[in-house]
């Protein structure tokens, strides 16, 4: 079983920054993937990017060249590193594990940006 705690979210103005944090309850190291959802009012849940433990990337075309997702092993942490964000990123973004063929959810973090 694999807990995770999401935190970094919050109100951010357009073009502004934000980094989510994802902790593990386990090493990640052991962990086959790991990534970022988000949930907008009224729309379907997207996956936003993802990580395997040999590091291969996947991000959603929206998000390609600002936001960037990593990784610290020593700390079982997941980064997703979200800059020049817009309007339409405002939603609940949602930390996955996929380990032992389970896929494994945070609570989710608010995201809003707005002016």
């Known amino acids: 079983q694999v807990r995770l705690v999401e935190s970094g979210g919050g109100l951010v103005q357009p073009g502004g920054s934000l980094r989510l944090s994802c902790a593990a309850s386990?090493?990640?190291?052991?962990?086959?993937?790991m990534g970022w959802y988000r949930r907008a009012p009224g729309n379907q849940r997207e996956l936003v990017a993802a990580i395997t433990s040999s590091s291969l990337r996947n991000y959603a075309d929206s998000v390609k060249g600002r936001f960037t997702i990593s990784r610290d092993n020593a700390k079982n942490t997941v980064y997703l590193q979200m800059n020049s964000l817009k309007p339409e990123d405002t939603a609940v973004y949602y930390c996955i594990a996929d380990y032992n063929g389970l896929r494994y959810w945070g609570q989710g973090t608010q995201v809003t940006v707005s002016s």
């Open positions: 386990r090493s990640i190291s052991t962990i086959y993937a």
